[in-house]
């Protein structure tokens, strides 16, 4: 059975409690489990003798990822630095023609270091033959949601709440974004360029009026939020959101029917369910429409469809 929504946000407090008290082996563990349950083509590699682990603590193989894990009691920028260039050497040197992208996994609940950016940055240019990829708390959390409640017990270690609770927990990779939207909101001017999407999108969504005007409120935004992708320090950051969104999105449809109800859903899953206000509301639908309007959530009408008023978009 998988996890009601309710349940996804409460994997969110949960997984980040998990993993403030994993570190080192037990770290690798977790990850092992976690990935072993998710992807029948994972293979998680243990180390053997004088042969360690021949540069990988594990490989995807349909998907030709190889991982490396980093999960320090105490977390070290040089430290953490050291171990993913010997990382990478090792996995380029013993494991030739294995993989084409290399994941660094780590515990850092804060993100990643800007130092392991730049350096991420620098090693895939003398790689280019390479993907390279973090994997993090957002990672875990998205990983897990996928699971079935008692698998995510089983990984966890402990039960689900049962009830229906409200839980005022944000989605943390976007929370950066809203505070930066909340700031922009008064500078915006009414002339820069603003990225709308088709007329025929909106009708074919067949959002209500209410709906509609909602999302076409915020749509001015659109321009920041790209502004803001652009300028992070992690270039795959609007891609791991959007991906996040998109599979978010796909559950919600495969559960309601009502594209209204999706939206309401999708609001909560950027700020969790308890009562907002009115400001964080608003950045959440604009964080929304601009996904909306990049097609990593909902479809594009058909070709040929007509435009129409249903909806009343």
């Known amino acids: ?71 320090p009691q105490v977390f070290d920028a040089d430290k953490v630095i050291d171990k993913f260039n010997s990382d990478v050497a090792k996995a380029v040197t013993k494991r030739k023609g294995q993989f084409e992208t290399f994941v660094f996994v780590h515990n850092d609940l804060r993100g990643i270091h800007p130092v392991l950016s730049q350096q991420i940055a620098e090693i ?36 689900l709440p049962v009830s229906d609770l409200a839980y005022k927990f944000p989605l943390e990779e976007v929370m950066p974004l809203l505070d930066y939207l909340a700031s922009m909101r008064q500078t915006v001017l009414i002339g820069d360029p603003v990225l709308l999407p088709s007329r025929d999108k909106l009708d074919f969504a067949q959002f209500t009026a209410d709906t509609s ?60 369910n308890a009562a907002s206000r009115i400001s964080a509301r608003r950045g959440a639908l604009a964080v929304i429409g601009f996904f909306f309007q990049t097609c990593d959530i909902f479809e594009n009408p058909p070709p040929g469809w007509p435009a129409s008023s249903k909806g009343g978009a």
């Not at 895939?124 to 008692?150: I, N, S, W």
């Not at 978010?248 to 999708?266: A, F, G, K, T, V």
Request: proline fraction near 2%.
């Open 124 to 159: 895939a240019v003398r790689h280019a033959e390479l993907k390279f990829e973090t994997f993090g708390f957002t990672r875990f959390r998205d990983e897990l949601v996928q699971l079935t409640r008692p698998q995510v017990e089983d990984v966890l270690g402990f039960e």
């Open 213 to 272: 005007e909602e999302l076409r409120r915020e749509f001015y935004l659109a321009t920041e939020i790209e502004r803001y992708y652009e300028s992070g320090i992690n270039p795959n950051e609007r891609d791991e959101v959007a991906l996040a969104f998109h599979q978010e999105y796909m559950r919600l449809w495969s559960e309601h029917d009502d594209p209204d109800e999706i939206i309401y859903h999708l609001e909560q899953y950027v700020l969790g």
């Open 1 to 71: 059975m998988q996890l009601s929504f309710t349940e996804r946000l409460a994997v969110r407090l949960l997984v980040r409690s998990k993993l403030s008290e994993l570190y080192e082996n037990a770290f690798e563990h977790f990850f092992h489990e976690l990935m072993c349950l998710r992807y029948v083509d994972f293979v998680n590699v243990r180390t053997a003798g004088s042969l360690g682990d021949l540069g990988s603590d594990g490989l995807r193989l349909h998907d030709r990822k190889l991982y490396a894990c980093y999960g």
